[in-house]
């Protein structure tokens, strides 16, 4: 991650070009780009905000980018590693291989699938996976 990189994205993430990053702007990527809730956007934006002001500086928002670019690593990540046949996408068998040894019965796994699969194709793209797998850690 470079300085280039961090600044375009402060850039991106600062809707109104105030300076700031606000929750709610942050809210808008973090949903899109990790699955995030309004809620656990908040939590990572108040870790990251040092002086309490309910928005994040440019030098806050370094620290921040760099745990959103580390998360979604890992989320690009454990996707590559759950889509066995490189399909890019997660069909049911895949996803319910990987929660097999949770507390998830079958039924459970169905319901979040078909609940995630918002355009009906069987399969879980990468950005429907995103909402999946935060839905399946908050539960764990």
Avoid: P
């Avoid at 105030?18 to 939590?43: H, M, P």
């Avoid at 040894?101 to 699969?117: G, M, P, V």
């Amino acid at each position: 991650m470079d300085a280039n990189e961090v600044l375009r994205k402060f850039q991106e993430f600062d809707k109104d070009k105030n300076g700031f990053v606000s929750v709610c702007e942050a809210e808008t990527i973090l949903k899109k780009e990790l699955g995030f809730t309004a809620e656990s956007t908040r939590k990572l934006v108040e870790q990251y905000d040092k002086n309490n002001d309910g928005r994040l500086s440019y030098e806050e928002f370094i620290w921040f980018y760099w745990r959103v670019k580390e998360r979604k690593d890992d989320l690009v990540e454990k996707f590559k590693k759950i889509d066995k046949d490189g399909s890019q996408t997660i069909c049911f068998e895949e996803a319910r291989q990987v929660l097999k040894d949770s507390d998830f019965s079958d039924e459970d796994i169905k319901h979040l699938f078909a609940l995630h699969d918002t355009n009906q194709d069987g399969v879980l793209q990468f950005e429907e996976f995103l909402q999946f797998w935060q839905n399946i850690e908050r539960v764990k």
